[in-house]
């Protein structure tokens, strides 16, 4: 009897030693697990990694704003998190309990330009230039641009465009501009091309002459988009044609029908040519 009592004491001893053992194992795997995160300051375009230690068979699982996003990696991609995101590394033990061992929130990445163009490369005075451009954000927000404008190296205008009244014919453009993303700036970048202002010609807008008994009259009325100077030349008319005082002038001697070809050229001062044709037509008097 008393053999068999000693016996069952030490059967209890026993098993009431094996719970605390296991119950102190669970307890040290628990402390056992540690880690960080780096870098301690990721931006959106910073993979995220983790150096830990845990008891094997343990595994990394992490959570972005709190949703779990991929597990079993000790490198969290770019393309799980963004900008202003709360990432967070926690170990799963064996047992199934978990343990944090790193959070970080991640800050905000830079916009970039890619390519700046200026266009149209070949503009004409009054006509406004703008810009072709890649950019790109890692957070995915909206890019825009801040632009300066630059005319023969003088920085003249900041905007979208630069207005086309402020251009003239030989003018070389030239921009600059830095991204914005809605919080932060990018670094400026300069246009991979310049503009060079083309001259534009000269235009006829007279109204068709008129005989005066026998002097054909005819205004030569020129416009300049430019406000450049402009010479008018004949270059084919009757013999005796003139122009004076910005007037075409011919008088028919004769007293039969005729016609006669004209062709007036208009020629501003960067070399722009316009030229304007017309026919002076002579009905044959009526015999009475």
Same mark, same amino acid.
């Given at each position: ?13 026993? !098993?009431? %030693?094996?719970?605390?053992?296991? $119950? ?7 402390? %056992? ?33 709190? !949703? ?19 990432? =967070? ?40 230039? $703008?810009?072709?451009?890649?950019? %790109?954000?890692?957070? $995915? ?58 001259? =534009? ?45 910005? =007037? ?14 004209? !062709? ?25």
């Amino acid at each position: 009897m008393v053999e068999r009592i000693l016996r069952l004491a030490i059967i209890l001893i026993l !098993v009431l %030693s094996g719970c605390k053992s296991r $119950g102190q194992g669970s307890s040290g795997a628990s402390r %056992s697990a540690s880690g960080f995160l780096s870098p301690e300051a990721p931006t959106s375009s910073t993979p995220i990694k983790t150096f830990y230690r845990a008891p094997r068979g343990s595994k990394i699982i992490w959570y972005v704003n709190g !949703v779990e996003v991929a597990d079993d990696v000790t490198t969290l991609d770019t393309s799980l998190f963004k900008g202003g995101d709360t990432v =967070t590394a926690v170990v799963e033990l064996p047992n199934g309990s978990k343990k944090e061992i790193g959070k970080v929130v991640v800050s905000k990445s830079i916009p970039t330009i890619h390519s700046l163009l200026i266009s149209p490369q070949r503009p004409l005075h009054g006509q406004d230039v $703008g810009v072709v451009y890649e950019a %790109s954000d890692p957070d $995915g927000d909206k890019v825009t641009l801040d632009i300066d404008w630059y005319i023969n190296g003088k920085k003249v205008y900041t905007g979208d465009k630069l207005p086309g009244d402020m251009i003239k014919p030989g003018d070389v453009i030239t921009c600059k501009a830095r991204p914005f993303d809605g919080s932060l700036y990018g670094s400026y970048r300069a246009s991979m091309n310049s503009a060079v202002v083309q001259n =534009t010609p000269p235009k006829f807008v007279s109204k068709p002459g008129r005989f005066d008994g026998k002097v054909f009259k005819m205004p030569i009325v020129v416009h300049d988009p430019d406000g450049d100077s402009v010479s008018i030349k004949i270059l084919k008319a009757p013999s005796g044609s003139v122009v004076r005082n910005d =007037t075409f002038f011919f008088e028919y001697k004769g007293d039969t029908a005729a016609a006669f070809p004209v !062709v007036i050229e208009a020629r501003d001062s960067w070399g722009g040519v316009a030229k304007m044709n017309f026919a002076i037509k002579v009905k044959k008097k009526k015999t009475e």
